[in-house]
């Protein structure tokens, strides 16, 4: 069962606020997943609902010195991976898309090959087969075939392989602006209301050239 550990208020325009499922794995870059739970808390009208891997909680410690408490507590609902008789595992239990920030290779897998063996694996299945959006921030350099050939199949299943590759128009003057940055990217594709979000503009009048004569 998940645990409640806030509330929020609004809804998507169908009486319920939208819910969006986040689970961290083991991967470098948990510091995605914490900002995206920070944007997505931040956002009128969403629930989160949180699962966080063992190995996620080690990465959690080591890159960012939190807790998995800490973490927990920027969600509304929390799950234990082992708990495969929580709601997320079904898909009567309605949601707007779920997120794996980051995805290891290993979570990669199963999910491309439908083995839910955990309740990461079982929620990113449930969101599959009911046609809702599945968003996988896989990280890992450089991929060799077998990666390769499970993003083509989630891909193919209608997820959305998302590896958070910073973008650099924009100027970011710190590792938390291209965090950001690529997070609100992913905001994006939830159809999340994102007004602080760095747009491209064109490029600059000054950087504009002529095109070379024939």
């Not at 509330?7 to 169908?14: Q, R, T």
């Amino acid at each position: 069962m998940g645990e409640r550990v806030g509330d929020g208020e609004g809804s998507n325009g169908s009486g319920r606020r939208r819910r969006i499922i986040v689970a961290i794995t083991g991967a470098t870059g948990a510091t995605y997943g914490v900002q995206l739970l920070k944007k997505l808390g931040a956002s009128a009208g969403v629930e989160t609902h949180l699962v966080i891997s063992d190995a996620a909680s080690l990465t959690l410690h080591q890159e960012l010195g939190l807790q998995r408490r800490d973490v927990e507590a920027l969600a509304h609902v929390v799950y234990r991976n082992r708990d495969i008789g929580a709601t997320i595992a079904s898909g009567s239990f309605t949601s707007d898309g779920m997120v794996i920030a980051p995805c290891s290779m290993k979570t990669l897998a199963a999910v491309a090959h439908g083995l839910s063996d955990n309740l990461v694996t079982r929620a990113a299945d449930v969101v599959l087969k009911e046609r809702r959006r599945l968003v996988l921030m896989v990280r890992e350099t450089p991929f060799n075939l077998a990666h390769l050939r499970n993003m083509t199949a989630v891909t193919e299943m209608g997820g959305i392989v998302f590896p958070p590759l910073p973008s650099f128009y924009h100027r970011p003057a710190s590792i938390e602006e291209m965090v950001e940055h690529t997070v609100e990217r992913v905001l994006d594709l939830l159809g999340i209301e994102n007004a602080q979000a760095a747009r491209w503009g064109g490029m600059k009048d000054g950087l504009k050239q002529d095109p070379p004569a024939d």
